[in-house]
């Protein structure tokens, strides 16, 4: 996890971070004026110039090496570069997913917001799928191997709540030469008070190389 960023500007950008995902589900989960609305949307635009006079950032550059390091203790809480997309502490469209290592699973622990809705109450389909596709990559974490999702099905079997606490858990089931197969659940508690499995979902991964992992990224 070793990155370029001085200390300091890594613990704002995941701050910065933060304040982006809580401005996001303000907005959506709340009435606000069409002045204040105007006056916000002035202001992040010209904010959003000035930060582009910046110089460009290369991933590859800044984090070349990914997360094939040895893999987390059990219990331990996992992170990977701070701006991916689901769950980076920097990543602006992020789900604040908090991801820990149980045994061979990886676990993510998320409640979604007012941003993530799709239709009323309910998650939009497309945040699960990233959610899921996000904490599978964190199995590859655990086992020290770079793979890209080759496949990814969901199962919707109800709908998903938003504002309401959620554990997506996912584990390798096995593997076929290259091909990494995983399974995963995302559960919580159903409108009756009771456990429920709200999502079903496979996956399948193809390993790669170590070397080759983020060469596409590098100048």
Not at 20 to 38: E, T, W
Not at 88 to 100: E, N, Q
Not at 101 to 121: C, K, M, N, Q
Request: one cysteine or more; charged letters at 25%.
């Amino acid at each position: 996890m070793s990155s370029s960023l001085p200390p300091e500007v890594a613990a704002a950008r995941i701050r910065l971070g933060q304040a982006y995902r809580s401005l996001g589900h303000a907005i959506v989960g709340h009435h606000v004026s069409a002045d204040d609305l105007n006056a916000l949307a002035d202001r992040l635009t010209t904010e959003a110039g000035d930060i582009r006079q910046g110089e460009h950032r290369v991933r590859g550059l800044e984090r070349p090496s990914g997360d094939w390091g040895p893999g987390p203790a059990d219990g331990e809480e996992m992170f990977s570069f701070d701006e991916r997309p689901v769950s980076g502490r920097a990543a602006p469209y992020g789900l604040d997913v908090r991801i820990v290592r149980d045994g061979d699973d990886a676990v993510g622990r998320v409640t979604l917001g007012s941003a993530h809705e799709g239709a009323p109450g309910r998650s939009h389909g497309g945040i699960v799928s990233a959610l899921f596709d996000d904490v599978y990559g964190f199995i590859l974490t655990i086992i020290g191997q770079p793979a890209f999702t080759g496949t990814l099905t969901i199962r919707y079997e109800r709908g998903v709540p938003i504002h309401q606490p959620l554990e997506c858990r996912v584990r390798l089931d096995r593997r076929e030469g290259r091909k990494l197969l995983m399974s995963g659940q995302l559960t919580g508690l159903g409108a009756d008070g009771e456990p429920a499995v709200f999502t079903r979902s496979t996956a399948v991964f193809i390993a790669i190389d170590e070397a080759a992992f983020g060469a596409s990224a590098r100048p």
